[in-house]
């Protein structure tokens, strides 16, 4: 199992960007599916984004399609997530998790970052 830790979160201003990102260490992530979270107060975990692995399949949650992007780089071991147009709606604690094989489904998850905040200020 293999830990992960999120960075890149902070407080922005609507209309700005942030890009978050989610290393892995005591394995590798590279060829297993990653998917991020998010969870604001008093609302269920949402899946944002999640890819399969690089030049693979890839799923945005319809809120932020268009917006957000994830991406990889194998060589750091490194999952990001780009966030673009920022809306006050995107305030949230945001996490990644990764399967521990290649074809586990969105649902599917062995590991956990603890999160990091986002704020989006109107």
């Known amino acids: 199992q293999v830990q992960l830790v999120e960075s890149g979160g902070g407080w922005v201003q609507a209309g700005g960007s942030l890009r978050l990102s989610c290393t892995a260490s005591g394995g590798t992530i590279s060829t297993y599916p990653v998917g991020w979270f998010r969870q604001a107060p008093g609302k269920e975990r949402e899946l944002v984004a999640w890819?399969?692995?690089?030049?693979?399949?890839?799923y945005y949650g319809d809120s932020v399609k268009g917006r957000f992007t994830i991406f990889r780089d194998n060589a750091k071991n490194t999952v990001y997530l780009q966030m673009n147009s920022l809306k006050p709606e995107d305030t949230a604690v945001y996490s990644c998790?990764?399967?521990?094989?290649?074809?586990?489904?969105?649902?599917?998850?062995?590991?956990w970052g603890q999160g990091t905040q986002v704020t989006v200020s109107s």
């Open positions: 998790a990764a399967a521990s094989y290649s074809g586990a489904a969105k649902h599917e998850y062995d590991s």
């Open positions: 890819n399969r692995y690089s030049g693979g399949n890839t």
